[in-house]
């Protein structure tokens, strides 16, 4: 297998040289941009397996340089390392394309499991070739199309990665930790109610104008996506 390529962009120098020495002894590669500005630079110009960006950097913020990211290249995942660690963050990089969030201070063995979690996901999907159908709910896993009664509906890449776990377990209760283990590939923060918004921002596009609800919820157990029968 060839060498794992990683940007990491980190503006604090000492952390930047400390994450950078500890990523190489892990056996990847890893280029280093002290901005915003320098990592699009880089990442326009050079090919890279993963991403690693905090959110306050000189030049573009980490969220521009997200939203950059995702009109270059949909698939590279891209884990945001900052110490911005509130809901209301977190929720604004997964909805501007980030595939996982990790607050800092943080082990960087914590660090490490994440980044193989978002690399063994994305190096080894699968190649599809057909819709998913729930009722009059439809999923393209290839084009990452959807729509429902046969009106698109825009989703974010973490709103589609949970609507596509949801729907493969359709009309089976699935847990907030069956969620956080699945969609975010690790023990996510019970503290925080980032699961909970993002179903919500799900039955905002799915349901929404529909009087049949597809996602319900089983108090005190999770969520389902039930089949209309």
């Not at 994450?19 to 190489?24: A, M, Q, R, V």
């Not at 056996?27 to 990442?43: I, N």
């Not at 599809?128 to 084009?143: A, E, F, Q």
């Amino acid at each position: 297998m060839s060498e794992i390529s990683i940007l990491l962009v980190e503006d604090e120098k000492k952390i930047a040289e400390t994450l950078k020495k500890g990523l190489e002894e892990q056996q990847y590669k890893v280029t280093l941009a002290l901005d915003g500005d320098q990592g699009r630079k880089l990442f326009d110009h050079e090919d890279f397996d993963l991403v690693i960006a905090d959110i306050n950097l000189p030049g573009i913020n980490g969220y521009e340089l997200l939203r950059h990211i995702r009109t270059v290249n949909q698939q590279v995942p891209v884990l945001m390392a900052t110490a911005m660690g509130t809901t209301e963050d977190k929720i604004e990089g997964f909805n501007s394309g980030a595939d996982d969030y990790i607050v800092k201070p943080f082990d960087f063995a914590e660090l490490v499991v994440r980044i193989k979690a978002l690399l063994k996901r994305s190096l080894n999907q699968p190649v599809v070739g057909k819709n998913i159908r729930v009722s009059d709910l439809i999923m393209n896993l290839d084009s990452k199309e959807v729509s429902r009664a046969g009106n698109p509906i825009q989703l974010t890449a973490k709103e589609f990665q949970l609507l596509e776990y949801m729907v493969k377990n359709k009309n089976r209760v699935v847990s907030r930790a069956d969620i956080a283990l699945n969609v975010w590939d690790i023990d996510f923060d019970t503290g925080t109610n980032v699961i909970d918004v993002y179903v919500n921002f799900l039955r905002k596009k799915i349901d929404r104008n529909h009087e049949h609800k597809l996602i319900h919820t089983q108090v005190g157990m999770g969520y389902v996506l039930k089949e209309i029968s």
